[in-house]
């Protein structure tokens, strides 16, 4: 079955980095576009970036733009988000998400668990 | 930028009556609208694409409606297990941006 495992969230100081990986499984990673979602404690749901099946094509949020960047190993069936110049409104959990195989898809039929990000001094 | 506006913020109802929820967008989306379930602790669970289609494994209690702007997801005869958050989603055409509205907060009265 569809599995997407996030992992390397933690506490970090503002304008700090960090990296989380999203290991998939039982689908074909490369043919699918992937995403990244984040929510903020007790807040909704916020898109932040866009990757093609590929690995070509990247799309962000202007929350993210310049400071996150989006990236993916088919060999290692891994999706990245690398994160640079961290501020205290980042803090969120950070979902790994299944698109579609087509660009045209919208919706998001399958998440990870999540993994938690705090920026905090 | 499209906006997603839900109503109302919070649903108070009690198990075995139906739960109404609205979604407006800002602007014309035709049938392109999501909704999601989200249960406290866990990821979201895509309930509903295209409107009214719904995804895999999600019962018959649940269905979606509507076009254009306003969009609606009824739950009929409410189980226990349908008090959650509920989410509806869109994708802006060009660039790819996605938005999600606010919530909606379907509790047990």
């Known amino acids: 079955q569809v599995q997407l495992v996030e992992s390397g969230g933690g506490l970090v100081k503002p304008g700090g980095s960090l990296r989380l990986s999203c290991a998939a499984s039982?689908?074909?990673?490369?043919?699918?576009?992937m995403k990244w979602i984040r929510q903020a404690p007790g807040l909704g749901l916020e898109w932040i970036s866009y990757?093609?099946?590929?690995?070509?094509?990247?799309y962000y949020a202007d929350s993210v733009q310049g400071r996150f960047t989006i990236s993916r190993d088919s060999a290692k069936n891994t999706l990245y988000l690398e994160m640079n110049s961290l501020r205290v409104e980042d803090t969120a959990v950070y979902y790994c998400?299944?698109?579609?195989?087509?660009?045209?898809?919208?919706?998001?039929?399958?998440w990870g668990q999540g993994t938690l990000v705090t920026v905090s001094s | 930028e499209i906006v997603l506006t839900q109503s109302p913020a919070t649903l108070s109802l009690s198990p075995g009556e139906r739960a109404t929820l609205s979604c407006r967008a800002s602007?014309?989306?035709?049938?392109?609208l999501a909704w999601y379930q989200q249960k406290p602790g866990q990821a979201p669970r895509l309930l509903i694409y295209?409107?009214?289609n719904r995804a895999t494994g999600i019962p018959a209690r649940f269905s979606g409606s509507g076009s254009g702007t306003d969009f609606t997801l009824t739950i009929n005869s409410l189980e226990p297990e349908d008090f959650a958050v509920y989410y509806c989603?869109?994708?802006?055409?060009?660039?790819?941006?996605?938005?999600f509205g606010q919530g909606t907060k379907l509790e047990i009265k």
């Open positions: 039982g689908f074909t990673f490369s043919d699918y576009y």
């Open positions: 998400v299944r698109g579609g195989q087509r660009a045209t898809r919208y919706y998001f039929d399958y």
């Open positions: 990757i093609s099946n590929t690995g070509k094509t990247t």
């Open positions: 295209d409107a009214s």
């Open positions: 602007q014309t989306i035709s049938i392109y």
């Open positions: 989603q869109q994708r802006s055409n060009w660039p790819p941006e996605y938005s």
